[in-house]
């Protein structure tokens, strides 16, 4: 009877997370295909028009720009928000004092709502009274058109999502970092390795299979962008910002066309997709 309980408090937990991800997952995703290949006001019945919605979110001149600043943006988020929570997970595995208080420090972000950190970041990019242009000009530095100019204003909203991100990948990685055993480290130590080969030759391979999880949950993520642009730079100066993500809104609620933005989704979709079984894939057979 005991063992019926708790199998019955079990599967009670089960129905109620399939359930969170049948209504706010899996329906919107069922949804958005059928939608691609309609057209439709959600409000009179929808007309089935096969793959036009494809055909015209192709022929939109935004669409091009869309996808090379999604891809620049996962780039270039890359090279800042991969590496930089493993660098800083590696110096907080070192340290032996104040740990705990840093690691809160650097989880801080993660914990404010991501319209707070945006709106926040707003204020530091503001040509005028801006805190980083303030720290150029106390430097003697030119200040600089963060939000403004077509060629800052990507790497600025990077710098937002990287900000706004990293406290969860540090701790995952410093987790993954207190598991490898000390004695690895000890004999690397006595064969004369230095801290730079001690990260190459112990830690990168003992944390291998987490920095390939991480750079597939990253790419999916990051290709994904909305609240940056959308709040930030409304997609411009010049398209400069415009995402996959924010264009699929463009099409949903300002050119009411939820068919077209349905087909965009689905194409993001196909394209992760696609990437994750080949991330997965190429994971499954370095194992082997």
Request: net charge positive.
């Given at each position: 009877m005991r063992i019926l309980r708790r199998n019955l408090t079990a599967y009670g937990f089960l129905c109620a997370a399939l359930f969170c991800f049948t209504v706010f997952a899996w329906y919107p995703m069922v949804r958005e295909f059928v939608l691609s290949f309609q057209r439709t006001d959600l409000i009179n019945p929808p007309e089935w028009v096969g793959l036009d919605n494809f055909k015209a979110a192709v022929a939109d001149p935004a669409f091009g720009e869309a996808w090379l600043n999604t891809v620049e943006f996962t780039v270039l988020a890359l090279l800042c928000g991969y590496a930089a929570p493993f660098a800083v997970a590696l110096v907080l595995n070192e340290l032996r004092h104040a740990r705990a208080y840093l690691r809160f420090v650097v989880y801080l972000p993660v914990m404010l709502p991501p319209i707070v950190a945006v709106l926040l970041f707003r204020w530091f990019y503001d040509p005028g009274p801006g805190l980083f242009n303030q720290i150029l000009d106390f430097l003697h530095l030119p200040t600089l058109a963060w939000l403004d100019s077509s060629s800052t204003a990507l790497v600025s909203l990077v710098i937002v999502s990287t900000w706004m991100n990293m406290g969860s990948a540090t701790l995952i990685y410093l987790a993954a970092l207190q598991n490898i055993p000390p004695e690895l480290y000890e004999a690397a130590e006595l064969d004369g390795a230095g801290i730079l080969k001690r990260i190459r030759h112990v830690t990168i391979p003992q944390?291998?299979?987490?920095?390939?999880?991480?750079l597939m949950l990253q790419i999916v993520a990051t290709m994904q962008v909305f609240i940056e642009p959308y709040m930030l730079t409304g997609g411009g100066p010049e398209n400069a910002t415009v995402s996959v993500a924010y264009l699929m809104y463009q099409f949903a609620f300002s050119q009411m066309n939820y068919g077209q933005a349905g087909a965009?989704?689905?194409?993001?979709?196909?394209?992760?997709?696609v990437f994750a079984a080949v991330q997965l894939r190429t994971t499954r057979e370095d194992q082997a």
């Open positions: 944390t291998r299979l987490i920095l390939l999880l991480m965009l989704g689905m194409m993001l979709m196909l394209a992760l997709l």
